[in-house]
Nanobody, 127 residues
Framework: QVQLSEAGGGLVQTGDSLRLSCAAS????????MSWFRQPPGKERDFVAA????????DYADSVKGRFTISRESGKNTIYLQMNKLKPEDTAVYYC????????????????????WGQGTQVTVSS
């Protein structure tokens, strides 16, 4: 069993930066791939970014490429999401997710592939 705990959300202005973190406790190999998803108000939850155990395999949603950076210390169960040049459309609840599956760029955006989810942290970007 794995428990995920997110932190770092808040209220910022357009163009600001924010750093989210997610710590996983429990069996280490159950969190081989760790990812971020987000759910804007009134919309479905969507994939943001994913990283594998070593931190060497990474994938991003097109909407955040060049602005967001996901990172993970090799072999550690804490990931970070550095969000720069934030826009109002980045406003959402950000969720951390984990799975023991092997990293595959075709599969990491699919929510049903994840076994564990955090409670979410609110990010609000004012215009």
């Amino acid at each position: 069993q794995v428990q995920l705990s997110e932190a770092g959300g808040g209220l910022v202005q357009t163009g600001d930066s924010l750093r989210l973190s997610c710590a996983a406790s429990g069996h280490p190999f159950s969190a081989n791939v760790m990812s971020w998803f987000r759910q804007p108000p009134g919309k479905e939850r969507d994939f943001v970014a994913a990283v594998n155990w070593s931190g060497e395999k990474i994938d991003y949603a097109d909407s955040v490429k060049g602005r967001f950076t996901i990172s993970r210390e090799s072999g550690k169960n804490t990931i970070y999401l550095q969000m720069n040049k934030l826009k109002p459309e980045d406003t959402a609840v950000y969720y951390c997710a984990a799975t023991p599956r092997i990293f595959d760029a075709r599969n990491v955006p699919i929510q049903s592939n994840y076994d564990y989810w955090g409670q979410g942290t609110q990010v609000t970007v004012s215009s």
